[in-house]
């Protein structure tokens, strides 16, 4: 459900996706969800005190051809979503900063923005 959310909040005009990153050679932007219990940081423990079903995960996976454009997108999701708050979403927190995760084997540049979001109960 938080997932379709975020897919409705960026631009419909990108290949977005909700899920892994679709396994073609293509230019994608993936949405992720994960519990409340999975580690927001690299290297972090899971915090099993602040785990619950109103709290996930969201990351989102840049993919394109264009290191500039790839970018670009990265900071208009840091920019529609940090600090947003609605009917639905208590808050959605950018967690660090968006990540340059370098190039996959087909040469297409990948990038990763994470969020901590809070639900309404």
């Known amino acids: ?8 909040m960026l631009p419909p005009e990108w290949p977005l996706s909700i899920g892994d990153l679709p396994s073609t050679n293509d230019v994608a932007v993936a949405i992720m969800e ?5 580690s927001a940081e690299y290297f972090g423990p899971r915090d099993s005190s602040n ?20 970018q670009t997108w990265c900071e208009t999701i840091k920019d529609t979503l940090h600090r947003y708050h609605d009917d639905y979403f208590m808050s959605i927190l950018l967690v660090g900063v968006p990540m340059y995760l370098g190039r996959n084997e087909q040469k297409l ?4 923005v994470t969020f901590q979001t809070q639900v309404k109960e």
């Open 1 to 8: 459900m938080i997932a379709e959310k975020i897919y409705d």
């Open 34 to 38: 994960y519990d409340g219990a999975t």
């Open 51 to 70: 785990s619950s079903i109103f709290n996930p995960i969201v990351k989102i996976v840049v993919r394109h051809d264009s290191y500039v454009t790839g």
């Open 109 to 112: 540049h990948e990038f990763q």
